[in-house]
């Protein structure tokens, strides 16, 4: 999980070149090459993921990532089990310093409709997603680079913050120092490029009126029910699919996506099975089950300004108590690992610090740590969950963190479930002390773990502030000197375990049924858990 093939940019020596932050063009990685594509048999996905928008201006999930790796063009992007960052829609993006990002776009790129794709689209795509402001959306949180927010927490680009010279040069001027912000430029939900004469301005596109740039268009869709995509025969990039069509089918229930994978109704599984649905399909002949590494990660965070949240011993004392050895034993039959700092295992830098600071549960030191800031108890806890977007696990892990809350003896827990869509507007509202959320990574660095969690209260908006986080962000961000980032990264996850503005539960694979005749479904079972469409096939 290590950045490779990064532009050095912490040496002074270096700062006068321009030199290649990634490259596009030819790839060995196995990403397909340029061609019309299709010709290959229709294939089906089943999942329990929801989708909050097609527009890339109001989605931060995976469930709306999904289709939109596959449906828009980023500037760049990341091929499977890879982390080297190569040309999409850019032929080359370069630093000419560290606050300087020259991208050149590749030639002849158009959207599905025809239009042409050029650096004014690019610039539009940005600045629409920023004006729109979508609490629900990534650009505001991820985009900080080239963003001010004010007192009220209104965020606006930065005047020349992105300049476009030509029809295919786009240079983006950051406001800091910032290594990480190439990875940025992968994610769909920051960076998707959009069709300036179709998207409007000021407000989201509806979902099935979109258009993008990648391998595939949307030609059907109907939300909670099912997305029908097919071969953009625009497209001229590296990722060209081989299935004309691809539908995704989306079900509420995992058992019946179980269901549906052992009658043949879905070609492949993905996101989410229950544990016990994964032992029995095991045993199934007619599927195949794979399992990637992952780093999909639950927690649980605070509502530091709230009521409760508020006061740091009430969180160091819900830390001390919590049992994530039994969370992923009881709860998800041990098919996940627990998890010690919300950076998982495997990325530069990372320990744990829950671990190293709280040692196992204990429900005596978590007393003495209220008794000694004079909380009395029991502290009742207002604690959400939302019950289909995470998997049916999701309701035990509640009840197992209520247990052994309540169990302790100081805390009184009441726990609310709310539907996706709802619930992650009114956790920022302040409906609940504590509520669960779980992360995928945009870009394959550490920095991905840290900076949307700690720097000015995240991109879950719990109130959490801290100068010192916001500094070592900046150090980390500012430098690809490892051994001086990994020691950011060191103190960024300390000051977690002693804030504690949120508590890491678990870590999770990337895991997917498949029928016969399906090829490419493990190809694309990697950490960054994008589901790339082009890389699957079916034989007639």
């Not at 699919?241 to 269901?259: I, M, N």
Request: negative net charge.
């Amino acid at each position: 999980m290590r950045r490779q093939n990064l532009v050095r940019l912490g040496a002074v020596a270096l700062l006068a070149g321009s030199l290649a932050a990634c490259g596009g063009g030819d790839s060995d990685d196995g990403d397909g090459g340029g061609g019309s594509g299709g010709g290959g048999a229709p294939w089906i996905l089943g999942t329990t993921d929801s989708v909050t928008a097609l527009d890339p201006a109001g989605s931060y999930d995976l469930g709306s990532s999904t289709l939109e790796y596959n449906l828009y063009q980023n500037l760049l992007t990341v091929p499977a089990n890879s982390s080297e960052i190569v040309g999409d829609a850019a032929e080359s993006c370069d630093y000419d310093d560290p606050q300087t990002l020259t991208c050149t776009l590749k030639s002849g790129l158009k959207f599905s409709n025809g239009d042409d794709l050029t650096s004014s689209d690019v610039k539009y795509s940005f600045e629409r997603s920023i004006q729109i402001q979508d609490p629900n959306g990534a650009a505001i949180y991820l985009l900080g680079s080239i963003t001010s927010t004010d007192k009220d927490g209104l965020v606006t680009l930065d005047e020349g913050a992105i300049e476009t010279p030509d029809d295919t040069t786009v240079v983006f001027h950051l406001n800091k120092p910032d290594t990480t912000f190439q990875y940025v430029l992968t994610y769909p939900g920051a960076a998707a490029i959009v069709d300036e004469d179709v998207f409007p301005a000021d407000e989201k596109l509806a979902d099935e009126e979109i258009i993008g740039s990648g391998p595939y268009k949307l030609s059907q869709y109907k939300a909670g029910e099912q997305a029908v995509l097919e071969i953009n025969d625009q497209y001229t990039g590296e990722n060209v699919g081989t299935s004309e069509q691809v539908f995704v089918k989306y079900y509420s229930e995992p058992s019946a996506l179980k269901l549906a994978a052992e009658n043949g109704e879905v070609d492949v599984a993905w996101r989410s099975l229950s544990p016990t649905d994964i032992a029995d399909l095991q045993n199934n002949d007619a599927v195949t089950v794979a399992t990637g590494k992952g780093s999909e990660i639950r927690y649980w965070t605070w509502k530091v300004d709230g009521p409760v949240g508020k006061q740091k011993a009430i969180r160091q004392a819900a830390a001390q108590v919590i049992d994530r050895e039994a969370i992923a034993q009881d709860a998800y039959d041990g098919t996940v690992d627990p998890l010690y700092s919300i950076v998982p295992p495997g990325y530069a830098g990372q320990k744990d610090a829950f671990q190293e600071k709280y040692g196992d549960p204990d429900p005596a030191k978590a007393k003495q740590i209220l008794a000694d800031a004079g909380i009395k108890t029991p502290v009742d806890l207002t604690v959400g969950w939302t019950p289909t977007h995470y998997g049916p696990s999701t309701e035990d892990e509640a009840n197992e963190l209520k247990r052994q809350l309540d169990e302790s003896g100081l805390f009184n827990v009441t726990l609310k479930s709310t539907e996706w869509e709802q619930y992650q507007t009114i956790y920022k509202e302040g409906a609940y002390d504590l509520w669960i959320l779980g992360w995928f990574p945009d870009y394959p660095d550490t920095d991905d773990y840290l900076s949307p969690f700690m720097v000015d209260g995240g991109f879950f908006q719990n109130g959490y502030q801290s100068d010192e986080a916001n500094k070592l962000v900046d150090e980390e961000q500012g430098t690809d000197d490892q051994a001086t980032r990994e020691e950011a990264f060191g103190k960024l996850q300390d000051l977690a375990a002693e804030d504690v503005p949120f508590i890491p539960s678990w870590v999770g694979q990337n895991t997917g049924v498949y029928g016969a005749g399906m090829e490419g479904v493990e190809d694309t079972l990697d950490p960054a858990f994008i589901f790339r469409f082009w890389l699957v096939s079916k034989s007639s």
